[in-house]
């Protein structure tokens, strides 16, 4: 067969030509006045890409019917409830269960003790569904508990999930030195290492950034500083360095822009994989994405189905090994039934229906998108560097280096004009109120554990969440 190419009866058209010819039609504007707009960390988005850098990518085979871990989100404060909300996700699709720990039950299931957690995961074959821990300070005493309940299923693919430098950024305070909290976890996961070599010790994650309001660049630098210290400290409890960053799980955000949350997905290996090859490992990543609860709006929930299918789609697109897609009522309350099952299905459609997982890394080669992955790539590694020379991501987030860079970008998103649909666009004005659960939180609660080290507590800015929506249904 011959090849007929079309563009071969065609002169060559120079990018100065084509400009000279678009600015004709701007009157008076420049170009990058008129056609070039930036995001909130100041990167470039063009309106044409022709050519685009190379980026590593991820070309893993993925499993074609089940391409990724399907994870809910478990945060009812009744053990008892929690239990039935896990054993009827597992029946209906999902893979995993994220548990949000709180003996308090003001955020979590309340759950001070491993018989507590035994109640909650009681009917759950760990040895088949992964269970994921939240447990902030707590996580150290969870994970033992998650490894005790499991002493029979050796290789169980535990989430243990430690992850005290978010608990400090978020709350801006800890029981102690933070450094001690670190060196608590890392030595109780290398222990657990010891016994159930499949677990994943660790959450490096910047999702504490983006909900406080931060960008993809700053939430991707903290995301790396995290896994550079908790390598450290896993390799000082005596993990070898491929152990150390085999057993870290990466935590990225997504939300409503899926363009953007392709990329930050993607960036965030190439971050990874810069970050191994700096220290003489071969590890594939492991990414748990979770859906973004900034970008929730109270008024008109009904929208938020829209906002939390995008960033699905940017998940499943980017390449992620867990998605954890919240409920549409999440800013209200905690999820009804009704809730949690269209959280389920959602991902669902988006693996069965979609087939979003049967091509591997599918933003591969598209210019605009390898483009975007570079810069937040860049940025965020700039920012990674920037951490590290304050002496790391504790000393960078007591010093308030941290929070001045996410307060920066987080005024700059409440500054711009924002078109909100259901709040500040398109409001339902027939809109009727949507039901949640509203537990009576004092009947659960449960005396809180020594969380106590030894040493001066330390202290930072909080990281505290916002919703970009709560000033706007406010007014």
Known sequence: ???????????????????????????????????????????????????????????????????????????????????????????????????????????????????????????????????????????????????????????????????????FARTGAAPGPTESHLISAATVGARLHAIHPRAQLMLAS???????GGGEAEELAVMSAAAIAYARALVRAGLS??????????????????????????????????????????????IEARSSHRMLTKKDPWTNLLRLTAAGFAAAVGGADAVVLGAYTDALGLPTTFARRQARNTQLVLMEEANLGRVADPAGGAAYLETLTDQIARAAWGGFQAIEAEGGLIEALSKGEVAKAVFATRDAWLARPQKILGVTAFPNADEKPVEVETPDVAAFAKAVPELRIPGPAAACPALTPMRLAAAHEEA
Not at 92 to 109: H, Y
Not at 206 to 212: D, K
Request: proline share 7%; charged share 20%.
């Open 241 to 286: 360095m491929e152990d150390a960053f085999g057993s870290i799980t990466l935590g990225v955000s997504v939300d409503g822009e899926y363009f953007t949350g392709v990329a930050k997905m993607r960036a965030a290996k190439v971050l990874w994989a810069r970050l191994t090859a700096a220290c003489g490992v071969t590890v594939a990543p492991t």
């Open 1 to 167: 067969m011959s090849v007929l190419s079309l563009a071969d009866d065609f002169p060559p058209a120079p990018r100065e030509e084509w400009l000279s010819l678009v600015e004709k039609t701007l009157k008076g504007q420049t170009f990058d006045e008129a056609l070039v707009s930036r995001t909130v960390n100041g990167l470039a988005i063009q309106p044409l890409y022709t050519e685009a850098p190379t980026n590593p990518r991820d070309l893993r085979t993925r499993d074609a019917a089940r391409p990724w871990d399907l994870r809910t989100l478990v945060a009812h404060p009744d053990p008892k409830q929690a239990n039935a909300e896990i054993l009827k996700d597992l029946e209906q699709g999902a893979a995993s269960v994220l548990i949000r720990i709180d003996p308090t039950g003001q955020n979590g299931v309340a759950v001070a003790s491993a018989d507590d957690l035994a109640r909650v995961l009681d009917g759950v074959l760990l040895d088949l569904a992964p269970v994921a821990l939240e447990a902030g300070f707590l996580g150290p005493k969870a994970a033992d508990w998650l490894a005790a309940l499991a002493k029979g299923a050796p290789n169980a693919p535990l989430a243990l999930h430690m992850d005290p430098i978010s608990a």
């Open 206 to 212: 910047g999702t504490v950034v983006h909900e406080a």
